[in-house]
């Protein structure tokens, strides 16, 4: 999973093909809709809500087009423990992630990250954007 050379994960909503030390996320065809909504929930994350708040341990995004068909990460260079995971979401939690699971962070040089933060369902996109503008 974490190794250097070419792999393809499957999650329900997208494809993650890790290419040397980069992670490219693209929509699944089958859940096209919901894959371009993680992509896109995930740059807004990084680009609006991140900067606002503060939240460090959102992996970064490299590049993410508009339309969600690409997002771009560091590949994590080891799977996170459980403690580590629990660690990295500090306060945060349930505001920069969904899920906990410790597959869902890794170390990112010196930092554990949360690797997915995309969100596939419109109608939780908008309740936390408009959570998010309040404060």
Sequence with gaps: MISKGRALREGVYRRVFLIGSLAV???RLHQLA???R???WEREMWR??????GWPNLCPILFADRVGFFVV???ADRPATEQEAH?????HYPEITSDTKPA???KVGYRVVVLDYGLPDAKT???RRASYAKR
């Design 34 to 36: 919901a894959g371009l």
């Design 104 to 106: 869902g962070f890794g």
């Design 125 to 127: 996109i908008r309740e």
């Design 48 to 53: 609006v809500w991140r900067p606002k708040f």
């Design 38 to 40: 993680c992509n896109r």
């Design 73 to 75: 990460m560091p590949r």
């Design 87 to 91: 660690e990295a979401l500090g306060d």
């Design 25 to 27: 996320k693209t929509p």
